[in-house]
């Protein structure tokens, strides 16, 4: 009697108590399996673009069938495929793209993950050097279709032979007569060897620098002496004397003066005390038209209409003489040296042709 009751009274608790978890257990299980259908919310990135989207996929590889997205072995992958989906869980896919490469003339396709222009170079296993040029710039992104070129500089040092040519140079020349020209060096062209840096893009030439020069043959100016004495009749039309205006400096019995004139073509005679036709104890012998005292190795007689009185001549052939005297034969370019003796005046005779150069009423 007594353990039927305490049965009765234990199978009465065990029946609350299954009940009171059947009440806390079934909502649960209900819970759960809600939960279990519900879509989760993943963030997808693909290629750099990432966008969150809803899916019921239990794995990572349902998510991407789901989304028609095939994975290849060189796509770069995270998680894994098997890995299991959770709310919230990121989801990161690289693939593989192929980008052409102009290079050497030629194009090369390049697979890479890389989304830069230097990491799908390395990528490609294609060196590069620091003078090469590359577009877009290595540090420039990539997109899909991008597409890469790389030229190729050289810089070399070349050697090349060239022409130096001469210039013509024409100089006044006073001596000779005006309108008249003459050599007085042939022009002679020179030889030189140039150094230059040249930059290659692709083996054609894009620039190139002249380092140094080396002339191997000087060349040589071809230099023409131009007349600028003007010519003039004498007045016993017998005789033509140049007369040119200064062009510079001369350097004559070693002085250096700057003639006012040149005369040219002039004739050369001599004459002496006893030349004049007085006698010795006479007091004009021997005293010249400025009423100096004519000494040899000094005094001239000359036109004062050409020569002035008192300038300073340079004869060549002579040297330097000063115009102190004149006579009735001493018209335009005629000359008459004074000398000591009757007998160095015969000697002396009759010189054609001369050049004389009217410096002035000082002696350089």
Do not use: C
Not at 36 to 59: H, I, N, Y
Not at 128 to 140: G, Y
Request: no cysteine.
């Amino acid at each position: 009697m007594e353990l039927r009751t305490i049965w009765e009274r234990y199978k009465n608790r065990g029946l609350v108590l299954f009940g009171g978890l059947a009440l806390v257990l079934v909502p649960m299980i209900g819970y759960f399996s809600a939960q279990a259908t519900q879509p989760k919310q993943v963030t997808f990135s693909l290629d750099g673009e990432s966008r969150t989207v809803a899916t019921k996929a239990e794995t990572v590889e349902q998510f991407l069938t789901e989304r028609q997205i095939a994975v290849t072995e060189r796509d770069s992958l995270q998680p894994t495929a098997e890995t299991k989906l959770k709310n919230g869980a990121v989801i990161t896919l690289h693939t593989v793209w192929s980008i052409p490469v102009q290079i050497d003339g030629q194009t090369k396709m390049i697979d890479t993950l890389s989304r830069d222009v230097a990491g799908a170079l390395k990528d490609g296993n294609i060196a590069i050097s620091e003078k090469d040029r590359v577009e877009p710039a290595l540090t420039a992104s990539l997109a899909k279709n991008s597409a890469i070129t790389v030229k190729r500089v050289v810089e070399k040092m070349v050697e090349e032979e060239e022409r130096v040519t001469y210039q013509e140079i024409r100089k006044n020349d006073p001596v000779l007569e005006k309108g008249k020209t003459k050599v007085l060096q042939t022009g002679q062209e020179g030889k030189a060897i140039a150094h230059y840096k040249l930059v290659m893009m692709d083996g054609k030439e894009i620039s190139r620098e002249l380092v140094t020069r080396d002339v191997v043959i000087p060349k040589k100016d071809h230099v023409v002496a131009v007349g600028t004495a003007v010519a003039m009749r004498t007045e016993d039309k017998s005789q033509r004397v140049l007369i040119a205006s200064a062009a510079g400096s001369v350097s004559r019995g070693g002085k250096v003066f700057r003639p006012k004139k040149v005369l040219n073509g002039v004739t050369l005679t001599a004459y002496s005390p006893s030349g004049g036709g007085k006698h010795p104890s006479s007091p004009g012998y021997g005293r010249t038209a400025t009423g100096v005292k004519a000494k040899a190795g000094h005094t001239i007689a000359v036109d004062p209409r050409v020569i002035p009185y008192g300038w300073w001549v340079y004869i060549d052939g002579v040297g330097y003489r000063r115009a102190e005297d004149t006579g009735g034969a001493m018209q335009g370019g005629k000359i008459d040296v004074f000398v000591s003796t009757e007998s160095e005046a015969v000697q002396f005779g009759r010189k054609r042709n001369k050049t004389v150069y009217i410096i002035g009423p000082q002696k350089p």
